[in-house]
């Protein structure tokens, strides 16, 4: 997107929520582990198309992480859906 | 301009473990995520903690400390355009692999950083970067207006100085040194460091005496 035309710059910082703080920590700790590379998250990212700009910064990570994370087989898509009915049992 | 103490990476949702209101699908797909992959064994959940610890604690306050060192040390400096990386460890600073590129403001030319890929960023000196810095804003008009972008920081390039934007990626991180302000002659690093802002190291403002 670079050199496309924009509009104003909010040159606020607005911080972070807890949860992202969290979510990049994980991104953080599997890439410097080399469980993930930065560049198959950001192809995961790109392939998102016209929703890469509908969806927040850290949504966009957390999608990425997903798809590279099932790709590479370390849990599967009913593992995921399983696990995310129990997150959201415990936290609703 | 906050001071670099209190600037950054403010948590405004307090020291709690969860944010108010009800879980987005996302924080949730975050967290079951987490939660399998430490059950597999992948990570630990120390792992987690120490670097989101880090992320407040430390990183944010790496770069000022460097800048810092530089303005006070001509060879240190030297060794830090030469080599960003190799300088920071012997610093004492653990720089993750990445290549760091360090550009020096001269009175003929403003430096100015961008990631437009994503958010590539000098995590390692500057923690995490500033809402804006990961705008689609700033990544589109930073490249193509960069003058009125700084405008907009408060920051105004006479026209007489050249304004170069350094496009980052996911293995070149760049940082800015600064022109020392006149006014500071005979600080110590750390009253140097307390005026070297994030802000400042990107390159979309000015470094200020008081």
Known sequence: MGGEPGGPIDTADHGMKFWEKQANAL???LTRRKVVRLDELRRAAEDLGDNYLKLEYFERTTHALRVVLLERGFFTEAELTAKMAEVRKRHG | MAKHHDHD?????????????PPSEYEIMSRAMQELLIEKGVINADQIRSRMEQFDADLPYRGPRVIARA????????????????????????????KL???????????????????????????????????ENYRRRVVREPRAVLREFGTVIPDSVTVRVHDSNADMRYVVVPMRPAGTEGWSE????????RDALVGVTLPRAS
């Open chain 2, 101 to 135: 590129v360090a550009v020096e403001n001269t009175p003929q030319v403003h430096n100015v950083i961008v990631c437009t890929l994503c958010s590539c960023y000098p995590r390692a000196l500057l923690g995490m970067p500033p809402t804006w810095y990961k705008s």
């Open chain 2, 71 to 98: 303005w006070s040390d001509a060879a240190f400096k030297q060794r830090l355009l030469a080599n960003g990386r190799t300088a920071c460890e012997e610093f004492g600073l653990d720089m993750e692999a990445e």
């Open chain 2, 190 to 197: 750390d009253k140097l460091a307390g005026i070297i802002t």
């Open chain 2, 9 to 21: 990476h403010v948590d405004r949702s307090g020291d709690r473990s969860f944010d108010q209101g």
């Open chain 1, 27 to 29: 991104r953080n700790t």
